[in-house]
């Protein structure tokens, strides 16, 4: 699986962005995806992971603004990013794990995407 992120860039805060990642092979719709982000100095983070069959969740910090969903069609994931503050600066990445199950913990996913920069100004 080869996973394409995409969708960052330079926003104020309380502004939105949409990340999307794109994802090859023929077995998506069996995958869980996940959202991650690294800020500068910081350990890789969980954003917001959703299973093959819809059931999502979220890191506390980010849960009621930002948004994961998956269009199995498309084979593409999705985060929805609302209300951003400049704490939500960071490298974006899409992760993928063979399996129902999306988690919270980075090691489980075997497929990186190459990560998407998201800056938030004050």
């Known amino acids: 699986v080869q996973l394409q992120a995409s969708g960052g860039g330079l926003v104020q805060a309380g502004g939105s962005l949409r990340l999307s990642c794109a994802a090859s092979?023929?077995?998506?719709?069996?995958?869980?995806m996940g959202w991650f982000r690294q800020a500068p100095g910081k350990e890789r983070e969980f954003v917001a992971a959703?299973?093959?069959?819809?059931?999502?969740s979220y890191a506390d910090s980010v849960k009621g603004r930002f948004t994961i969903s998956r269009d199995n069609i498309k084979k593409t994931v999705y985060l929805q990013m609302n209300s951003l503050k400049p704490e939500d600066t960071a490298v974006y990445y899409c992760a993928a794990r063979p399996g129902t199950v999306a988690t919270m913990t980075p090691d489980a996913y075997d497929y990186w995407g190459q990560g998407t920069l998201v800056t938030v100004s004050s």
């Open positions: 959703i299973r093959s069959g819809g059931w999502t």
């Open positions: 092979g023929r077995t998506f719709s069996s995958y869980g």
